[in-house]
């Protein structure tokens, strides 16, 4: 299952069933799971852990140095999930000591090809980043998030669950839930009903949460005023909750 040419670090430990390919490096203090597989000429640099089922591509890189000046050496850490899929020069970096010291990625993620995940970030779960899709660092995602192409996030940004960012986009201030954000800087657009309607939601839900969208950006409320207005709407319409629980914790404020 370990290709011969593959560089093993010794204190790697790797489950009985991980695949290798030819001319992968895997570094000290990685620990891989059951199920994973390692394409050829992909690195896995150090003290990184993936869970159950991850397939690191060719040319894939995990667990590299942190791209911040401040960092000189700490020990920190990459923390991946189970069921993700890291496509060709794919990047993730390890984390820094200014922060955590450690990246988390979640489960049943999708990075495609030259998307970028720096230091510090925190990935929820069913997350995609297309082609070229970047992230600052100490930016947070919430659970499916959809990143288009050549779309960007600025560091300790965050982006709530279900939010679309569109290609191109510059995402330069927060993003709430359910929201799509388009343009350079990204501006709130509408809301992802597509991606809701494929994952469930009724249609009364939907309904709620565009007339929560209005209420937030096309009713021309102050945001104290709207944000009255929409924890009376969560009292009777969970879908509204999370909405209403993003936007108070959010410390860089909202696209507008």
């Known amino acids: 299952m370990i290709d011969a040419r593959a560089v093993i670090?010794?204190?790697?430990?790797?489950?009985?069933?991980?695949?290798?390919?030819?001319f992968a490096i895997i570094g000290p203090g990685v620990e891989i799971g059951p199920g994973c597989s390692v394409g050829a000429h992909a690195i896995i640099e150090r003290d990184t852990r993936l869970g159950a089922r991850n397939r690191v591509h060719q040319f894939a890189s995990l667990g590299s140095n942190p791209q911040d000046k401040s960092y000189k050496g700490e020990p920190t850490r990459l923390e991946i999930g189970d069921d993700n899929v890291f496509r060709e020069f794919c990047t993730v970096n390890r984390g820094t000591a200014k922060d955590q010291g450690v990246t988390r990625i979640g489960n049943q993620n999708l990075f495609m090809s030259y998307s970028h995940v720096a230091h510090d970030c925190v990935v929820g779960d069913k997350v995609v980043l297309a082609n070229l899709?970047?992230?600052?660092?100490?930016?947070?995602?919430?659970?499916?998030v959809i990143m288009g192409g050549f779309s960007g996030i600025h560091q300790f940004c965050k982006v709530g669950a279900h939010a679309f960012i569109a290609n191109n986009a510059a995402v330069t201030r927060d993003v709430p839930p359910y929201v799509m954000a388009v343009g350079q800087p990204a501006a709130p657009h509408s809301v992802n009903s597509e991606g809701l309607k494929r994952r469930g939601f009724t249609p009364e839900g939907i309904r709620n949460i565009r007339n929560a969208f209005r209420t937030l950006y096309r009713e021309d409320r102050k945001l104290a005023d709207a944000m009255e207005a929409l924890r009376k709407a969560a009292a009777s319409q969970p879908e509204i909750e999370p909405l209403v629980a993003f936007i108070d914790a959010s410390a860089r404020s909202l696209v507008r």
Do not use: I, N, S, Y
């Open 9 to 22: 670090a010794p204190d790697a430990k790797l489950a009985a069933d991980v695949e290798v390919g030819p």
């Open 133 to 144: 899709a970047t992230l600052g660092g100490h930016v947070h995602l919430g659970d499916w």
